[in-house]
């Protein structure tokens, strides 16, 4: 059966080696407070990037974000293309094209940047292929049949991690949930064995994550996140979020393998989670007790930290129509503002005044960076 699951938003919102799982020993925890001082919030600096928007560049979600460059790299998540901006908001260009043909996708998922080779990679998960462009023109230049996967990952040695609910095995009924290929897509092995697969899932946002040349895992039900490589996956972070908590995997395995969203969205469980790292902080989204969402940061310095509803977060900040967080870049969050929702507020960031000035409720939505001084 073809695994479905369900992305949210913050405003609702072959031949292969064992595959190794590293004990959890040095594990950081990652404990989020509940107790919030509202001082911290006069601590943050923003960075607003409104998008240019025009009948070549509408969207309306993002999937994946980069900034390479001075350049704005977004997978429109609902109209399914590759759109440029520069730095300034102003758009660029559109990347392939949707449909079945030479340099056309359906839906795509991820996508990755090389700067020695001056390619640019977008994952099609819709017809399971990788498609390669010239990073310097954007011209198509030939794709690569894949198998089917949910989300991946390009590695810091060009392997690449593919992630999949319904997992991978070698053909032994070994399900897993990661394989790792080469670039060519010769498997190389196969990471996190497990007996569940989940239907209907919840996700929060990606897989995968990179930080400092690092891929991380965190699959959205559990609460560790583990650095990969092609050889193993090892513990580094343990979320803790007090009386909210995460699921037993043997809860899991009896109860919500057939019908995840269904039955786990009845419960005072956490549904899912994703993880931004920036070289100060740890940003997390989470969904609870259905589907209210939640957000946290964990300052790496000191280990303060601090968690809180969506709502309350838009409440302290006055940043309303929010995202949930979508990237990092220069050590800011990338979170994603709706104009739709920005519009119908009368109190917002002073930084943000010019733009709210010039902005229509059908506009794209705008680039928020955020981080705390």
């Known amino acids: 059966m073809t695994m479905k699951y369900i992305v949210l938003s913050l405003s609702i919102i072959l031949l292969c080696s064992c595959s190794k799982q590293e004990p959890i020993n040095d594990i950081k925890k990652l404990v989020f407070n509940e107790d919030v001082n509202p001082n911290i919030f006069n601590t943050l600096t923003y960075k607003f990037i409104p998008l240019e928007t025009n009948d070549s560049c509408l969207f309306s979600e993002i999937r994946e974000i980069k900034i390479v460059d001075n350049k704005i790299y977004i997978i429109d998540d609902k109209r399914s293309k590759l759109l440029v901006f520069d730095i300034s908001g102003k758009f660029i260009t559109q990347i392939g094209n949707l449909g079945n043909g030479p340099g056309e996708y359906v839906a795509p998922s991820n996508f990755n940047i090389d700067k020695e080779k001056q390619i640019i990679t977008i994952a099609d998960v819709g017809l399971s292929k990788l498609l390669y462009y010239d990073l310097n023109n954007y011209q198509y230049i030939n794709s690569l049949k894949a198998f089917y996967f949910s989300n991946c990952c390009w590695l810091p040695d060009g392997n690449i991690a593919w992630a999949k609910e319904n997992c991978y095995d070698?053909?032994?009924?070994?399900?897993?949930?990661?394989?790792?290929?080469?670039?060519?897509?010769?498997?190389i092995n196969l990471l996190y064995p497990t007996d569940f697969k989940p239907e209907y899932l919840m996700v929060a946002g990606s897989f995968f994550y990179t930080f400092n040349q690092n891929s991380f895992l965190n699959l959205p039900f559990i609460p560790t996140i583990y650095k990969i490589t092609p050889q193993k996956i090892t513990p580094v972070y343990e979320l803790d979020f007090g009386k909210q908590k995460f699921a037993s995997m043997e809860w899991l395995k009896r109860e919500a393998e057939k019908n995840y969203y269904g039955t786990i969205s009845k419960t005072e469980y956490i549904s899912a989670q994703t993880i931004k790292e920036t070289d100060d902080y740890i940003c997390v989204v989470y969904y609870a007790q259905g589907l209210n969402a939640y957000i946290g940061f964990y300052n790496k310095k000191n280990g303060e930290s601090f968690k809180l509803k969506g709502s309350d977060f838009a409440r302290y900040t006055n940043l309303h129509g929010l995202s949930q967080v979508k990237g990092t870049y220069d050590n800011y969050f990338v979170f994603m503002i709706?104009?739709?929702?920005?519009?119908?507020?009368?109190?917002?960031?002073?930084?943000?005044?010019?733009?709210?000035?010039?902005?229509?409720?059908?506009?794209?939505?705008?680039?928020?960076?955020?981080?705390?001084?």
């Open 338 to 373: 709706q104009s739709s929702i920005l519009t119908t507020y009368n109190s917002y960031p002073s930084e943000l005044k010019p733009v709210v000035e010039k902005i229509k409720e059908d506009d794209n939505p705008i680039i928020c960076l955020l981080k705390f001084k």
């Open 170 to 187: 070698s053909g032994k009924r070994d399900p897993h949930y990661v394989k790792i290929t080469d670039s060519n897509l010769n498997t």
